[in-house]
């Protein structure tokens, strides 16, 4: 009795159990009418039947090369199951043959291949070839649809639409429509990360405000995805350039807030801060040595928890929560603007923003006459290599100079058009609030204590022999220095205009 052994290959995606199922049925006819015995089974899981470097194959060719002289044939569903490549697929055939002596059966199609036999060989060459090209043409038309729908005509083109849109319409007419509630998440995520809100606190407050993604990397992929920004990106096809395109779709983000995030995202990420409302100048005050000071409770006698500040590479600071709260709270009442100052404040801002707004009347109308030059430029490289009077190469970085170029203006001139009256109206509102900083202090959350003592000391808050010190400070607030340090809560050094920044010294 004649010995096989068979090889089953799920196929494509989603239709891997009919297809096994048919695989196995066949088989157990063919074995049955041939009347051979079948030894073993290889199971190949794999997803494409391009190459022959999948695990289960390289097993499959293991057990030939030992059981050869005990197997006479090894039994496929068909010939393309083996391989995608129709050279690859006859050599192996041929080798099998040669060198061990099995023959490649394909149940389905019910062919003996025989290697001596020409037109046998023939066949199974020109069915693989067949199978090749039908592969090839549906990658090329797939490809060329995505490269025609996205480069071309800006249309989104994926399953399911990014967080922040839905999809409105059906196939061609499909596209994306801005889901407001949902966008409005999306803009608290790029302008949390700008405001050096740690990632894992974004989520949190994006979960809480309704947002469904899930996923380690849920924010992140928000947060890169030139969905947002009305772009789309394009994979080079044949001889058509890849990269960003405008999309037809609404944008949510303006185009300076993607790149900006985009180039913070480059960036290596900081040392992780755990927000803690206890101790929120964790991370963010420093030791003398230069370090930031971590935070910690410890229990006291009483059972109740007392915070620390500490230094963690040394024994230099080691300061009770509440005193250091206490004290800054003192330096905070003495940061306090005067009436008269906040009156200041507001007729300065009012004037500066006219002017502010002057000049970007003049500045949009000289970017969007270099958008227009640009635009003159890209067409008549476009004409140019149509006339074949330049190569692809040139054309190709002509042309992503150009689009990049256009990219830019168009986000400078959405910038600049920004209404800059909404902006002083709100901060009209609530100017007054700076007549008491200690007020505005205590009423904010841990993210924005943070954001404000990172700005007002410009990151250089110290911490030294039981007071805060700080190199920087904005002007603004430093009108009672004298007194800050009188009272013991702040001394306030100016740093000489030139010299850098130096640390207080190491001990
Ligand atoms: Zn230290």
Redesign the pocket.
Same mark, same amino acid.
């Given at each position: 009795m004649k010995r096989a052994i068979r090889y089953l290959r799920f196929s494509q995606l989603g239709q891997s159990n009919g297809s096994i199922e048919r695989q196995e049925l066949y088989t157990d006819q063919w074995i049955k009418f041939n009347d051979v015995e079948l030894v073993d089974t290889f199971i190949d899981r794999g997803k494409s039947a391009r190459t022959f470097d999948r695990p289960d194959f390289i097993k499959l060719q293991e057990f030939i090369a030992h059981h050869y002289k005990s197997v006479d044939y090894l039994l496929v569903d068909q010939l393309d199951r083996f391989s995608r490549d129709a050279g690859e697929a006859m050599s192996m055939v041929k080798k099998l043959q040669k060198k061990y002596s099995i023959q490649v059966v394909s149940v389905t199609e019910g062919i003996t291949f025989d290697y001596e036999t020409p037109g046998s060989f023939f066949r199974a060459g020109l069915q693989l070839l067949l199978a090749e090209e039908d592969n090839i043409n549906r990658s090329i038309k797939v490809k060329g649809g995505i490269y025609t729908a996205k480069a071309k005509e800006g249309r989104f083109v994926f399953k399911n639409p990014p967080f922040g849109y839905k999809k409105e319409g059906e196939r061609k007419e499909r596209q994306l429509v801005v889901n407001e509630p949902e966008a409005k998440i999306v803009k608290f995520i790029f302008d949390a990360y700008l405001r050096d809100v740690p990632l894992y606190k974004i989520k949190e407050k994006a979960y809480e405000l309704g947002f469904d993604r899930k996923g380690n990397m849920a924010i992140e992929r928000v947060l890169s995805n030139p969905v947002h920004a009305g772009l789309l990106y394009v994979e080079a096809y044949k001889e058509y350039p890849g990269g960003f395109f405008p999309a037809i779709h609404e944008p949510i983000i303006d185009m300076t807030t993607w790149q900006m995030v985009q180039s913070k995202m480059k960036k290596p990420e900081k040392i992780r801060t755990v927000l803690d409302d206890e101790i929120p100048l964790r991370g963010i005050l420093k030791?003398?040595?230069? #370090?930031p000071l971590s935070g910690a409770p410890s229990r006291g006698k009483s059972g109740k928890y007392f915070y620390y500040y500490k230094?963690r590479?040394?024994k230099? #600071?080691n300061i009770s929560a509440i005193k250091a709260h206490d004290q800054f709270m003192g330096a905070c009442e003495l940061m306090s603007l005067t009436e008269s100052k906040v009156k200041e404040i507001r007729n300065g801002c009012k004037s500066a923003i006219q002017i502010e707004m002057e000049g970007n009347k003049k500045k949009i109308k000289e970017k969007s006459q270099q958008l227009e030059d640009v635009h003159e430029k890209l067409f008549s490289v476009e004409e140019k290599w149509i006339k074949n009077e330049i190569n692809r190469d040139t054309y190709d970085r002509w042309y992503s100079t150009y689009n990049h170029n256009i990219i830019n203006l168009k986000g400078a001139i959405e910038r600049l058009s920004k209404d800059q009256g909404k902006a002083f109206d709100i901060l009209n509102k609530h100017l007054n609030l700076l007549t008491d900083i200690r007020y505005v202090y205590t009423q904010a959350d841990t993210v924005h204590k943070r954001e404000f003592i990172s700005m007002v000391f410009d990151n250089n808050l110290y911490y030294q022999d039981g007071i805060y010190r700080t190199p920087t400070m904005m002007d603004m607030f430093s009108h009672n220095s004298l007194l800050m340090k009188e009272k013991g809560c702040l001394i306030y050094e100016k740093k000489r205009d030139n010299l850098a920044i130096i640390p207080p010294s190491r001990e």
């Open positions: 030791c003398h040595c230069g #370090n230094c590479f040394s230099h #600071n």
